[in-house]
T-cell receptor, first 114, second 115 residues
Framework: AQTVTQSQPEMSVQEAETVTLSCTYD???????LFWYKQPPSRQMILVIR??????QNATENRFSVNFQKAAKSFSLKISDSQLGDAAMYFC???????????FGTGTRLTIIP | DSGVTQTPKHLITATGQRVTLRCSPR?????VYWYQQSLDQGLQFLIQ???????AKGNILERFSAQQFPDLHSELNLSSLELGDSALYFC??????????????FGPGTRLLVL
């Protein structure tokens, strides 16, 4: 079974600084998809960024980028120029196929210090 | 706004009761997924429907059931409720028939409190 591990329950960063959230996963598949979702205090699950395993290039969405290391099964999220609105729980998620379930990590609570 | 709607937003009920949670997927999405978020279990996949048929089952209790209707909306039925069923229940949709998009977008969730 696939597992997703987020080893940092809590992180904090100064506003405007850069922070990296870690995620590792375990799978025997060669083709899969990885995601970061954000859950602010409203509890809404918001997609931050996605990465297809067959793509070597790391995904980027504005201030959010990932470091995807397929051999190491690592998928970290970098948030640049942190803003107060980035404060949330961040969940790493794995998906085996195109229309299959998501397997989530336990989440990292990110606090932004003004 | 993800385009996925869920009703009701909040539900308070008593042990032993039965409730129905409703989800309308994004326009054109054929797949609906149900997830449960609780403090002790985290985010767990319950069940998936694709174009009206059950596609995959996760850690869904026998007291829980779901279905997807011809208009593609889905309902999650929870019966003989226990205190431990208190959680946030999410619906997500994907599998767009027009765009082929497979990313799951989540509804706002239904917060269930069993007293």
């Amino acid at each position: 079974a696939q597992t997703v591990t987020q080893s940092q329950p809590e992180m904090s960063v100064q506003e405007a600084e850069t922070v990296t959230l870690s995620c590792t996963y375990d799978t025997s598949e060669s083709d899969y998809y990885l995601f970061w979702y954000k859950q602010p205090p409203s509890r809404q699950m918001i997609l931050v960024i996605r990465q297809e395993a067959y793509k070597q290039q790391n995904a980027t969405e504005n201030r959010f980028s990932v470091n995807f290391q397929k051999a190491a099964k690592s998928f970290s999220l970098k948030i640049s120029d942190s803003q107060l609105g980035d404060a949330a729980m961040y969940f790493c998620a794995y998906r085996r196929g195109k229309n299959e379930k998501l397997t989530f990590g336990t989440g990292t609570r990110l606090t932004i210090i003004p | 706004d993800s385009g996925v709607t869920q009703t009701p937003k909040h539900l308070i009920t008593a042990t032993g009761q039965r409730v129905t949670l409703r989800c309308s997927p994004r326009s054109g999405d054929l797949s609906v997924y149900w997830y449960q978020q609780s403090l002790d279990q985290g985010l767990q996949f319950l069940i998936q429907y694709y174009n009206g048929e059950e596609r995959a089952k996760g850690n869904i209790l026998e007291r829980f059931s779901a279905q997807q209707f011809p208009d593609l909306h889905s309902e999650l039925n929870l019966s003989s409720l226990e205190l431990g069923d208190s959680a946030l229940y999410f619906c997500a949709s994907s599998g767009n028939s027009r765009t082929g998009r497979t990313t799951q977008y989540f509804g706002p969730g239904t917060r269930l409190l069993v007293l």
